[in-house]
């Protein structure tokens, strides 16, 4: 027997958690939320540094995508984790809080003219959703609330070499800082983060525990959606699999979609929307002939400029023996210490070709050897700094696409990480740039050596193919159900986050993005399920 909700969101993730928090709470509907990942709570999720020690030795809480061969970078398979947990990667991310800048949505705005709806997506447009969920222990201002329900705030514990760091850059001619979603994104200084203090606040906290005991809120985990059923034309509910068997359920309302950029559109296709001659080739009965489904995935590709230390700064050995337990001890006694941070202190948005432009990379310092596995063994272990270097607006676009008409089957991706020239022509300008950063005091007064890239050779070419070697995600993807114009053949949702062509059904997390945002994309995500709850109750 069926059982029917108002809704059903697909996908407890950053935005699913706060599209049907605000159902429930706002608009007092009856809502099912589907999860395929496990519960939230576990210590090791809920301590800042905890999710590095669980992404690296291999955790339930991710599913690892791998892409297809990439001959752009000489055949390598990538790998792209997701969080597979409630909370999605608020769960499992840095904790970073950056919004990206008042462009990044003035282009979407942009991206959607044409549309005779009403409904804006520029930045005067979004901004108030961003204010109304922040609870901000700093700021209180015409860019920052403080009455949401997430916690953002600095960071409990900042590293000497990240305070380096940021002098370092000053001593370049980056202006300091004091917010990155303030009125300028340019210059050096230190994240905010999803956290109070030192305990996450992931989408699951911050929206889906104070309604523990909802009866309308019905969250199911393990729950693996295999198609979106659709009838006539509408979205009518969801078939399901669990440890139980397979599911189905129904809505006389609407089905919100929001697995991530890279299973949301494998969702779609596995219902029939998308590109009708692929969706042939695996059997499956068209219902929207879609081309966009899956196309204009955008990612952060990011590469690193690495060096060991003259001495012991750092947090190399924190995670082990008497260091460990002396820090596990002082955050649970006191709430202070190394436990307090995720180690990602310290950033920079800079633009190396034409520093008063909009940044065009964004660059962590991580205060650690942070390598991969072939080089660490060959530099050996120890202090150490790293700088991530990230493309913020890449050119590049890869797809996603079905492996197969099995639910189980994971998707097949291809990111292209800077497969174009211009993106992989900015990685080296930035290579460059935050090479010249670790020989700037007072960082470079701690540096023995930098490691990575090799520095016996530094031209273009040997650059380049350092890039082609180690560039990684940024574990940001978007944009493969892309928000859009009337008149654009690839855009599958319009400026209401509604698939076209089909009734009853919404994308809300980044798949949704027209453009990548300059920045992580969590705060993003929660955004996006806000609004999209406003859209559904017809508040906007």
Known sequence: MSTTFDHIVIGGGSAGCVAAARLVRDGGAKVLLLEAGHSHRHPLLDMPPGVFKLLKNGSKFFKTHSTTPQE??????????????????????????????????????????????????????????????????????????????LSVSDPGHIADM??????????????????????????????QFTYHQGQRASAAHAFIGPLKGNPNLDVRLRAEVQRIIIEDGRAVGVIYKDSKG???????????????????????????????????????????????????????????VVAKANGKYGYFGQDRGWNMIRNGLQFKLFGTGMITTTGLEAAAFVNPSNPEAEPSLEAYCIPVLYLDDETLTRVGDGPGVSIQ?????????????????????????????????????????????????????????????????????????????????VVKTNYHPS?????????????????????????????CDMSAAPTLISGNTNATAMMLGDRCAQLVMGRL
Not at 163 to 174: D, F, P
Not at 253 to 262: C, D
Not at 285 to 304: E, F, K, W
């Open 72 to 149: 752009h970078l000489d055949g390598r398979v990538q790998e792209i984790p997701q969080g597979n947990v409630l909370g999605g990667g608020s769960s499992v991310n840095g904790q970073v809080y950056i919004r990206g800048r008042a462009s990044d949505y003035d282009g979407w705005q942009e991206a959607l003219r044409g549309n005779n709806d009403g409904i804006g997506w520029g930045w005067k447009d979004v901004l108030p959703h961003f204010r109304g969920m922040e609870s901000n222990s700093r700021f209180n201002n015409e860019l920052h609330g403080t009455d949401g329900e």
């Open 162 to 191: 990240a305070r380096w760091y940021v002098q370092a850059l000053q001593q370049q001619g980056e202006p300091f800082n004091t917010d990155f979603n303030g009125p300028t994104q340019r210059g050096a200084g230190f994240f």
């Open 246 to 304: 397979t599911h189905e359920v129904l809505t006389n309302g609407e089905v919100i979609l929001s697995a991530g950029a890279l299973v949301t559109p494998k969702i779609l296709m596995l219902s029939g929307i998308g590109p009708a001659d692929h969706l042939a080739e695996h059997g499956i009965q068209i219902v929207q002939d879609h081309a966009g489904v899956g196309q204009n995935l955008s990612d952060h590709p990011d590469c690193s």
């Open 389 to 469: 270097i990230v493309l913020l607006n890449p050119k590049s676009r890869g797809e996603v696409s079905l492996a197969s008409a099995n639910p189980s089957d994971m998707p097949l991706v291809s990111p292209n990480f800077l497969k174009e020239p211009e993106d992989m022509k900015t990685m080296i300008e930035g290579l460059r740039y935050f090479t010249q950063t670790m020989s700037t005091a007072p960082l470079a007064d701690k540096i023995d050596r930098i490691v990575s890239p090799d520095q016996s050779d530094t031209s273009d070419e040997a650059l380049a193919a350092h890039c082609r070697r």
């Open 479 to 507: 944009g493969t159900a892309k928000m859009g114009a009337d008149g654009d053949p690839m855009a599958v949702l319009d400026s209401r986050l509604r698939v076209r062509g089909v009734a009853g059904l919404r994308v």
